[in-house]
């Protein structure tokens, strides 16, 4: 049965809020935003059709308090509750609370979020349907005993990782046999802090492995079909920073089968709603399960780009009731994208967050250019949440192409008053190692050298920012010689078009 | 009209030779440039030099005096010096030592631990407070062996960039 | 031969300039831009790596003044000159000057410029191809009673139209035998004040036509391709204001003869570079040529959406003598694209110009959506030049879906300070006939009391706009009570944050 | 404190009954609202009344009393009426007619004919002046029967939008 679903609560911020309520409102579904204290003033409060304040700026007091979000979406009376990526949007107790209010939650079953959630029954339900997992373990390891013998038994390098994981803690690396108890140590320490779950397993290390993820769309119906993989290895600390479809290493044949695995992983725990499969890929295109996401991805858009389906449209459809109308054999890549994200933060000094009042912003335009973005001139980014400012995202008919362009399109845009990485995402664009499309997991570490490289061309362009400086301090202090600036008046744009009038009326 | 303006390391001398609009002739050091220099938007400058087109962002800071400046990939500081700066340099020139006694916080966060109190002994790159901003804790640590001698933040306080942290002497 | 061009002079201003600067940028050619004295702080100057002023406002004191741009060209040593559309872009004169020069003009040579430029030798060059013309005249009519007889034999109602003709100059529909003899005066008259030539031809009429046209790309070896067609019908006294594609009266077969009809105009001239072939359709899909553009359209980048081919660098790719590497059999279209001119009026108002100081301008983001303008916060439009800000682009998998896009799209673009036409867009895509895609070039005509209509939901917003003018009233003379904003300081940002401050720091 | 409002045609009694930090309690001729109104971006506000999202943009003119406003689709022209206001418009009452005898510009544009001069006698719809921007010539016709008395541009001048042009009496 379809239940058409005419307003939605979106149960997040920042960009993809803003993201999701654009395509809400190209369906005509009215949209409810939700904001902590400090977000009174985001953008996805003023583009929504209703906006209601549910907390105090930590996540814990409002976009993680469940029983505070259903109170509005009850008082606002909506049919669905899109929870967007991080904050709730993997909690299959939230995902339950809807379902007993009668709410439709816009993602999978609670069952499969708990099942994907805890990695060993992932690991394990993947096994019986012969997708390939990195070889490992696939009982829950409590006696440490046993794990050592385990290892050894495996063979070095192995990983150590928690269960409950995610985000990469309570993660070890196991390359010497003195490491493996102080590691299986730490992990557990780690795990148990993290999510009060102490339980590891333990997978064979694969050496210099690409992160490949199958975008899949599921209907309530048993269909389900992937729209191609997204190429995600340009990392730093596990942080997805640049991601391109499709990727440089596949090929037809190995889509066809890694997108088939894909499926088969989907439909193994019955599915619906859209979701990521990640798999680890070898040098010689041997791949691995990973894990699933049971969510919207941060890079879904490349993935839109080049197949032309607007996902969240999907999902919302699914989350209907309606069947799948796109078949897997419509299904094409148009051409090549990449996603370049765009973290309010400094890159010359150890990445460290960069919050504060966005002073200037010039986005970038033009052909095969897409930003998803929520900042604007005055907004003062917080430094509550997630460091992310905006998704840059190019298109072009091939690669090397679409490179060209987001070099362009990162020339272009301009933001101050916070730091931004743009210049080093430039850096990567320039990198011969990601050029050739050469690149695995280890890309940053291995370019290091050349990604964090010392402007040479700095001293050429010293004296410009001298007499700039000067010549704006020069006419700040003419001015109040002049006594401008002091009638009261909004001055804003009148000085520096003064000049330009006179010579209109002249 | 002649001043010195201070560009990270660098202590230029800058002259304005004429000024007819935004055409300008300006000395800095012993080179002269003919530019076009005409603010197009809010901080945001156009400087044409022999054709070639640059734009130079200004940041204003809580000093009238003090920029930062973004050119086409580079970033600097600057400080107009004047008679006036000229004079509190000197003035504050015995108490340079005094200022890199002070940890300064780099950007906004809130203070999450302070594992050290007044009076502690610390040695040089112990960590004396932490930091979260954006789902990210970072470690500060002491510049120098020394004693604490004050702390000005709490723990879960909200803390600015910039901002005093704590004295070691 | 190929000479890879290294430096391109941009002889235009607004959008265009930036659009061809962009593709430039990408494939690593400098640019070079030229400017009137209005224009100082035009993006254009300050995307380009070098600008040069070229004289008073007026155009032909300096977009129009062949003479300084060749000196400004020879000047800054650039390999080729780009001249965009309108101003120098159609000037056979130009064309071979810059030939004379040794600077490759990116567009054709100056004879198919000039052939194509009288609509007589144009119409009578494609009769000779085989391409079907409105039956009508083919030779330079003088006489009046000559004339008069023409008409009477190919039957009322005809147009008379200027041979040196364009913009809708010269032109005039003829229903009653009465009103002959007037309307060939009158577009004499018009003709010669315009174009300095009073030469005239007369069509016969097609009644509620389409004007659709095709986008071909020839190289200078005689390979002629077409990237299919526009739908431009929706005009305003003879002024696109929204384009498509495809056409929503398109199908394969017939997609297939206009464009083959497209390729042999082109072949006829032996045509290089990037052109248009524009036909009128008639109800029962018989197809004219009416007219080629031998130049850049305003209206490209919907081609560049559904086809993926960036234009701009096809014709720099051409002008530096590379084969197409494009094959007719791999031109696709994929989903559909829209075009929305933004332009600077008053549609309450006759749709007079407003041209005037920008304050404010939010532009539309996220998926589907291009934008292709030049102007910013604080700049001021001057009166001097076309009254376009920009073209809205939004693509789909389908026309509904880019409808709905576009209407987001518009929803999001906002632009105070001077008056715009975004709200008769949002009309357009609310109307029938539009949206049915039931629509020709008397469309606007014929919708106007549903397009113009008044706002009768405007009453509800009256107490918001008052209490808003009221609070903002409130808090500037209490702001001066207070001394605030007399310390000299910019205070820009300062007051609508402080209260997040307080909020921050507590 | 309580003011009026003439917002187009209307006149608008409005009184501020309450405010705190953003949230306020305003009543506009006899309804009350409590509303969340908020700048957010220079001259854009945000307005939450009961949860429903309202984005108002205020543009600044010559005089500090006056707007533009634009809502959702909708545009206003509004003033802010204090007593200075209702004096000086008690003093202009008599001159309403004057007002009216006066053809201002919409827009700013170049004046390219002014086809009478002085003295002319001129009837309403005839074409008095010919004003040119954007590519676009647009006429313009006298409001009424009459002489012309004064003409306050010239051929060729460039012109501002609101500008007074010439005067039919």
Known sequence: MVIKISKVLV????????????????????????????????????????????????????????????????????DAIHPGYGFLSENATFCQRCQQEGIIFIGPSPEVIRTMGDKITARSTMLKSGVPVVPGTNTKLTDDEKVVDIINKIGLPVMIKASAGGGGKGMRLVEKKSEILSSLRGAR?????????????????????????????????????????????????????????????????LREKMGQHAIAAAKAVNYYGAGTIEFLVDDQLNFYFLEMNTRLQVEHPITERVTGYDI????????????????????????????????????????????????????????????????????????????????????????????????????????????????????????????????????IKNNETFLLASDEAKIQFEDLAIVTAFMDYHHKTKKCRNGFNQTGKPSRWKDFHRSQNVKRIN | MAMEVQLDERLAKVE????????????????????DLIQVEHGVYSVLYHGLSYNVELIATESPKKYAINTFYHS???????????????????????????????????????PVKPGDKVQKGDT???IAAMKMESEYKAMKDGVVVDIYVKEEQIIDGNQPLIKIE
Do not use: W
Request: proline share 5%; net charge negative.
């Open chain 1, 11 to 78: 149960a997040n911020r920042g960009e993809i809020a803003l993201r999701i309520m654009r395509s809400c409102r190209e369906m005509g579904i009215k949209t409810v935003a939700v904001y902590s204290e400090v977000d009174r003033t985001s953008m996805h409060v003023r583009y929504a059709d209703r906006a209601y304040s549910i907390g105090p700026a930590p996540s814990n007091e409002s976009y993680l308090n469940i029983e505070k979000i259903i109170e509005v979406a009850k008082l606002s009376k909506v």
């Open chain 1, 189 to 253: 320490s780690e795990a148990k802090t993290a999510f009060g779950d102490d339980t590891v397993y333990i997978e064979k290390y694969i050496a210099s492995p690409h992160h490949i993820e199958f975008q899949i769309l599921g209907d309530q119906y048993g269909n389900v079909i992937h729209l191609c993989e997204r190429e995600c290895s340009v990392q730093r600390r596990h942080q997805k920073v640049v991601e391109e479809t499709p990727s440089p290493i596949m090929n037809a044949e």
């Open chain 1, 312 to 443: 969240v449209k999907q999902q919302i459809l699914i989350a209907e009731g309606s069947p799948l109308e796109i078949k897997q054999e419509q299904v094409i890549q148009f051409g090549h994208a990449i996603e370049a994200r765009i973290y309010a933060e400094d890159t010359d000094n150890n990445f460290m967050p960069s919050p504060g009042l966005v002073t200037h912003i010039t986005e970038p335009l033009g052909l095969g250019v897409r930003t998803d973005g929520y900042v604007f001139e005055g907004y003062r980014i917080p430094m509550d949440y997630d460091p992310m400012i905006s998704k840059l995202i190019v298109s072009a008919p091939t690669r090397n192409e679409a490179i060209e362009r987001m070099r362009r399109a990162l020339y272009e845009y301009k933001i101050t008053g916070v730091k931004t990485n743009i210049k080093f995402l430039e850096r990567i664009m320039d990198c011969p190692d990601f050029k050739e499309g050469n690149y695995n997991t280890h890309f």
């Open chain 2, 16 to 35: 304005l030779l004429a000024e007819d609009g935004n055409m300008i002739t300006i000395k800095v050091d012993d080179k002269v440039y003919q530019l």
């Open chain 2, 76 to 114: 600097y500081q600057a400080e107009i010096i004047d008679a006036e700066t000229r004079y509190q340099r000197a003035r504050n020139a015995g108490n340079e030592f005094e200022a890199e006694s002070t940890l300064v916080s780099p950007m906004p966060g809130k203070v999450v631990k302070i």
């Open chain 2, 128 to 130: 004396v407070i932490i």
